[in-house]
C-alpha cells in the first residue's frame, strides 16, 4: 500500500525521528568533520567552520546513517563516508555563494562575504581534497566510483545551471535534468553508498538511489517555491533572491509558458535584471499566483516526495524505514 504525504491526526512531520535514531552514529560523524577541517593553515579550519556549524540539517549524512541502519549494517564504515558527504555539500556551496555573489546563508553572513571569493574557493577546494581521503581510506572502489561520479554530476549541474541563467524560455525537462544533477546527485550516492558497504547491491542499491534521488528533487523544488512566498527567517536568506539573481526555477518556467506576451516581456526583463525592485518581486509574485506557478511546482514536489517513499516499498517496516519516510514528508511540507 502506498505511503501518504500526509500525517495522520495532522501531526506536521519533522527531522526529529531521522535525527533521533541516527544520533549516536552522527556523534561520530561529527568528530570525524571536526578532526578533519583541521589544517596548519588557520584560515581553513576558520572558513569551514563557518559554514559548517552554521546550523544546516546535515540531511545528506543523515540519510546515509539512517540507510545503513535500515539494511541492519552492524559496521562503523558509514561514519567517515557521511562526513565525506558533508565535505562534498559543503565544497559546493562554498563554490555555490562565490557564483552566485550569495551574502546570506542559513541566516548568516557567507564566507565569501566575510574573507572573500579566493579563499572560499580554495577552502572549498580543500574539502573536496579531504572528501576523496575518506574515500580511498574507504578502500571500496565502488564506493569511490559513486562519490565521485555524484561530484563530477553536481559540477555538471552547476555549469549546466549557470549556461541556463536568465534563460526565461529553458524548458521544464531542462530545469529537471539540472536539479538533478546539481543537488539530487548528491541525495541519490548518499543513500546508495549504504547498501554498498551493507553487501545489499543490485535491487537495493537501486531502491536507496531511487530514494535519494527523487527526494533531492523534492528538496530543490520545494526551495524555488518558497523563495517567493517564505520570509528570510525560515530560509536563512533573502526573499527573492533567485528572482534578483536572475535564476530560472520551476515556477517562473511555467508562469513564463502560461502567460500573455506583456508578462513574458516582464518575465525577460526581470530574469535580465533590468526588473528587481521589490514592487518587480511583488509583481513577480502575482504572476505566479495569477498562473498556479507556485502552486504546481508544490505538486511536482509532493510527487517527487511520494515516488521517493515508493522507493522505500521492498523494505519491511521498521524505526528507521518510518524515519526515512517522515524525511521525505518533511522534504514536502517545509512550504507549508
Known sequence: MTAEIHRLKGAAPSLDPIMRLVASDMNAVNAVILDRMQSQIPLIPELAGH????????????????????????????????????????ATLLHDDVVDGSDMRRGKRTANIIWGN???????????????????????????????????????????????????STSEDKYLAIIG??????????????????????????????????????????????????????????????????????????????????ERAFWHDAMMGRRISDDDLSHATALLAKHNGIAD????????????????????????KAALVEAAEFAVSRAY
Do not use: C, W
Not at 514536489?301 to 524505526?319: C, S
Open 181 to 262: 544533477a546539481k543537488t539530487a546527485a548528491l541525495f541519490a550516492a548518499a543513500a546508495r553508498i549504504a547498501a554498498v558497504i551493507a553487501e545489499r547491491e543490485g535491487e537495493v542499491e537501486d531502491a536507496l538511489d531511487a530514494y535519494g534521488r527523487n527526494l533531492g528533487i523534492a528538496f530543490q523544488l520545494v526551495d524555488d517555491a518558497i523563495d517567493y512566498v517564505s520570509d528570510e527567517a525560515t530560509m536563512g536568506k533573502g526573499v527573492g533572491d533567485d528572482f534578483r539573481d536572475g535564476k530560472v526555477t520551476l515556477p517562473v518556467i511555467l508562469a513564463y509558458a502560461r502567460g500573455s506576451a506583456e
Open 297 to 320: 511546482t508544490l505538486e511536482h514536489a509532493r510527487h517527487y516526495g511520494q515516488r521517493a517513499i515508493d522507493a522505500l516499498g521492498i523494505f519491511p517496516a521498521g524505526v528507521a
Open 51 to 90: 559554514l559548517i556549524s552554521g546550523g544546516g540539517k546535515r540531511l545528506r549524512p543523515m540519510i546515509t546513517l539512517a540507510a545503513a541502519r535500515l539494511l541492519d549494517y552492524p559496521g562503523t564504515r558509514q561514519h567517515k563516508l557521511a562526513a565525506a558527504v558533508e565535505f562534498i555539500h559543503t
Open 118 to 168: 579566493p579563499a572560499s574557493v580554495l577552502v572549498g577546494d580543500f574539502l573536496f581534497s579531504r572528501a576523496f581521503e575518506l574515500m580511498v581510506e574507504d578502500g571500496s572502489l565502488k564506493v569511490l566510483k559513486i562519490l565521485s561520479n555524484a561530484s563530477a554530476v553536481i559540477a555538471e549541474g552547476e555549469v549546466d545551471q549557470l549556461t541556463a541563467q536568465r534563460q526565461v
